[in-house]
Antibody, heavy 121, light 110 residues
Framework: QVQLQESGPGLVKPSETLSLTCTVS????????WSWVRQPPGKGLEWIGY???????SYNPSLKSRVTISLDSSKNQFSLKLTSVTAADTAVYYC???????????????WGQGTLVTVSS | QSALTQPASVSGSPGQSITISCTGT?????????VSWYQQHPGKAPKLMIY???SRPSGVSDRFSGSKSGNTASLTISGLQAEDEADYHC??????????FGGGTKLTVL
């Protein structure tokens, strides 16, 4: 049973960089796609991006200029960096794993519990 | 790109069936069979209920079913139960390695 756990600061100042890490347990990162999703308070989910186990990435075009997702398979972790944050980046941030088969991905089958990041001075 | 379109809220009585729609375009929902649905209870992480338009993960009740017609995907819950009250989110692959969520639908069991 794969388990994911987000970690990182719960408070970030405006214009600074938000950094979160997702630790994967109960399974290997190899062969899988790993994603970040966020949810502003009281709002819907927003896809941030994903990283494939070999390091290739894809990002939400609306965030692409500020987002970097990286992976450290030796630690079974992947990370999110979001630069130049504003209050609009305040959200619960989730890490998740894609279910993929036959060369295509079909949904996010395992999720972390989420971590609230507040952007405020 | 704007979020996929979902109704803000739907409601039904116990035992009834409800359907939640998720409308996109011919470039997203209409083009790919990678539509998924998530159930989210307050303060909890989303849970995968349907993947690949109509497949159910192991452990998900067969009261939940998914379908797609043209540019609209649908989640149907039959035999509504009190514990089905939650927010439901659709998600679709939209090409070029990117994905898009709907705005979410609040289901109220009367």
């Amino acid at each position: 049973q794969v388990q994911l756990q987000e970690s990182g600061p719960g408070l970030v100042k405006p214009s600074e960089t938000l950094s979160l890490t997702c630790t994967v347990s109960g399974g290997s990162m190899s062969g899988n796609y790993w994603s970040w999703v966020r949810q502003p308070p009281g709002k819907g989910l927003e896809w941030i991006g994903y990283i494939y186990y070999i390091g290739s990435t894809s990002y939400n075009p609306s965030l692409k200029s500020r987002v970097t997702i990286s992976l450290d398979s030796s630690k079974n972790q992947f990370s999110l960096k979001l630069t130049s944050v504003t209050a609009a980046d305040t959200a619960v941030y989730y890490c998740a794993k894609y279910y993929c088969s036959g060369g295509a991905c079909y949904g996010l089958d395992y999720w972390g519990q989420g971590t609230l990041v507040t952007v405020s001075s | 790109q704007s979020a996929l379109t979902q109704p803000a809220s739907v409601s039904g009585s116990p035992g009834q069936s409800i359907t939640i729609s998720c409308t996109g375009t011919s470039s997203d929902i209409g083009a790919y069979n990678s539509v998924s649905w998530y159930q989210q209870h307050p303060g909890k992480a989303p849970k995968l209920m349907i993947y690949g338009v109509s497949s159910r993960p192991s452990g998900v009740s067969d009261r939940f079913s998914g379908s797609k017609s043209g540019n609209t995907a649908s989640l149907t819950i039959s035999g509504l139960q009190a514990e089905d009250e939650a927010d439901y989110h659709c998600n679709s692959y939209i090409g070029s390695g990117t994905w898009l969520f709907g705005g979410g639908t609040k289901l109220t069991v009367l």
